[in-house]
């Protein structure tokens, strides 16, 4: 049987189309076959050079794989199409990603940023890019003072939604319409959701990052960044940077990254579904203070997952204040048997941390108590197991930590 030639199948290479759905994208886009071989599943290409027929003529595309390489050009395409992208850059992290947008910034400039960002971001807005003459101002609530905030300097707004680890939202929307009137770009680090739940860039983002090392990757075994957006100035801005910084993935990492891409779709959402039924099992335990998912109709800012998120969906991450303080929430951690005490987030198998002592200890406790990152707060990260075992894994340890505390009597924990 032949296949026509315009079969989305067959035709390489698979552009980024309207008319393929999320699944079909994840699969295809940037996945052309081997043109030599007809290898369906691309060779790992580890050559750092590449021959030239003569000085200056490369024989193919490439070369040095420092400036490009086929493995990270697949890669950076099929994101691109799942973003909603013209362009993408990988990095060697996202924390790479996020100083190589920051280093595209001439001194003297501003930038204004949710005060609940990713650790490693505020170290960098607080002591590097201030280095470089980049001063960073947070605030709480970026759709209310933004305006406020906006001097002749400002070059950049940056935005979480969701927040780590209380899982507030950002209406990106509001918050490009207030930066664009003042010629401002907006970047939004879109780790926690994922292309699959949410794309940034059509709700008015300039830029939008990922540490690809969570949910891009997904299956915790590679460290990685990367960076999409649609303007031609910051495509040469930002390769001009990503090729002069050199903090690029490597060929192997970039082919294991994009194997991980293709089931994005699948993880996700099954992440976002155990999340719910984790989320809705915690709602109603006699064990838990609150519960912070954007997927429960509690949360403060559900309106915004319904505008913004795929189907309203509240993503695979997770946070909840236990009782019997920190005592109980380190219990808790110890008694999930699923679940692993571990940081990062985003893999398919499902991790349970206490960001008070872990990642965010760093932050002193009045700062950290004034965003909700209470002793007590527990954030789990949902896998793709099966909904049913991690609610029962969650519930034998609320019971266990809790009842531990009220038999000891610390901490003050009264047994209700
Ligand atoms: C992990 C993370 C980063 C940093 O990414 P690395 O790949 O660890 O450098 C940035 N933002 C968010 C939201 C993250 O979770």
């Not at 990988?90 to 501003?110: D, K, N, R, V, W």
């Amino acid at each position: 049987m032949t296949v026509p030639a315009e079969h989305p199948l067959q035709t390489p290479p698979r552009a980024p189309s309207p008319l393929y759905g999320f699944g079909t994208l994840a699969v295809h886009a940037g996945a052309p076959h081997d043109p030599t071989t007809g290898a369906v599943i691309e060779p790992i290409s580890l050559s750092t050079t590449f021959a030239q027929h003569g000085v200056g003529k490369p024989v193919g595309a490439y070369e040095y794989s420092r400036s490009a390489n086929p493995n990270r050009d697949n890669f950076e395409q099929a994101v691109a199409a799942l973003e909603h992208a013209k362009h993408a850059l990988a990095f060697a992290s996202g924390s790479a990603a996020t100083a190589t947008i920051l280093q595209s910034l001439a001194s003297g400039s501003h930038v204004i940023s949710v005060s609940d960002v990713y650790g490693g971001t505020h170290r960098y807005f607080t002591q590097v890019a201030k280095a470089h003459g980049v001063k960073v101002t947070f605030t709480p609530q970026i759709e209310v003072d933004i305006a406020e905030h906006i001097t002749d300097s400002t070059k950049l707004v940056w935005i979480e939604s969701p927040s780590n680890p209380t899982l507030r939202l950002v209406d990106i929307r509001a918050v490009a319409t207030a930066a664009h009137a003042r010629g401002v770009l907006v970047v939004v680090d879109n780790t926690f959701l994922s292309p699959y739940i949410q794309n940034p860039l059509d709700h008015g983002a300039d830029i939008v990052v990922h540490s690809v090392t969570k949910y891009i990757n997904g299956h915790s075994d590679v460290v990685m960044g990367l960076a999409a957006f649609n303007s031609e100035d910051l495509k040469a801005r930002l390769s001009f940077l990503q090729n002069a910084g050199g903090a690029v993935p490597s060929a192997f990492d970039s082919w294991l990254a994009h194997r991980g891409v293709k089931t994005l779709h699948l993880r996700v959402r099954q992440s976002s579904n155990n999340a719910l039924a984790v989320a809705k099992a915690l709602e109603t335990s006699p064990y838990v203070v609150a519960v912070n998912y954007p997927g429960l109709d509690s949360h403060p800012h559900r309106h915004i997952a319904i505008k913004q998120h795929r189907e309203g969906m509240g993503g695979g991450m997770l946070s909840f204040r236990i009782k019997g303080g920190r005592i109980a929430a380190e219990r808790f951690c110890q008694l999930t048997k699923i679940y692993t005490l571990a940081e990062s987030l985003g893999g398919i198998e499902s991790l349970v941390e206490l960001p008070s002592g872990m990642t965010h200890a760093g932050i002193p406790k009045d700062q950290r108590e004034a965003v909700g990152v209470f002793d007590d707060l527990v954030r789990i990260s949902s896998g793709i197991e099966e909904a049913e075992d991690l609610v029962r894994d969650v519930e034998q340890a609320l019971a266990r930590a809790v009842s531990e505390i009220s038999s000891n009597g610390v901490n003050g924990y009264s047994g209700n």
